[in-house]
């Protein structure tokens, strides 16, 4: 029995305390006992329903892409998790320029702000203060809020709620007895589902998973996102490889909730991957760690290194003694999700 399932084996008995206690929050919400607030744009929640990674920051970029190309604003909303930014709302980006670090803003802000134009991001851990200013400062007409399916103070006109499709629901028990953020009962309150990171190994488990969630949600439309491309850059060169051969030997690292998917990617993309290692998520990067990592890969005869975007932008000023390499992969929706989203937003054209 390894750390993780002996923490859920001993909380198991706390559990059905911790599911009342959400519970009891989500009436509270519910009954406008506590204060929720609706906005005068759409806004579209992406979260989920387990902890650590269900493909988030994917899909939010993917929206918020696609949402720019169709002519809207949109603007994302994040609490800036692992930043130390702490004001009322956080101007990770305004769309034109970046104003924060990784430190100050997160990892998925800072990276979603380097990756996205022209699409503001801003943190803050009451999302109505960023909210508000998204539409007041940058004309946001439409809010994209990131791992937003706990966060009730704010009303959604889209709740999407993802599950990876390798991990699914875990252990299927509610912390602290296992992966479950809140009880199953608390997806009727979301819109619809997707089940992210799809590939050929995890297709049948995916599909039989939808089955489960169809019958017992048959009202709520179902998605997938799968992965349909894999693409390294050569983070010094600052291009991408045509041949991933070039890589020779690598050694994959990473601090991300789902090391194990990052692990699978690599070696579906046919990386010749001969070494891995994986950190609590959000570690921070330091030179000793590089230098390290860079030390033991050169001992096992290793000729690069490789990592997620994630990680890239919390390591991209350290000094390195081997080749680095980022993983890129990437995820495409179904078709019928976007036509979802652009119905169900019409009305407020």
Known sequence: ?????????LGRPLSPLYSGLMSTRAVLYKKSIFKHHK???PVISIGNLTMGGSGKTPVVLNLAQMLKQLDYHPAIISRGYGGKANQKSNIVSTGKKILLSQEEAGDEPFMLAKILEEVPVITGKSRIHPCKQAIESFAANILLLDDGFQHLAINRDIDIVLFNATTLAGNSRVFPGGVLREPVSALKRCHVFMLT????GNRERADQFS???KKRFPEKPLFFSKISDYEVWAADEKESVEDFSDLGRTSGFCAIANPIRFQDSIKMSGIDLMQFSSFKDHRIYDQRLMDRLCHEAKGAGIQSLLTTEKDFVKIEHLKRTLPLYVLKVKQKEDKEFEEYILKTIQKYQ
Do not use: Q, R
């Open 1 to 9: 029995m390894n750390k993780l399932d002996l923490f859920f084996a």
């Open 197 to 200: 990171g799809v590939t050929d």
């Open 39 to 41: 906005l005068p744009v």
């Open 211 to 213: 089955i489960l969630l």
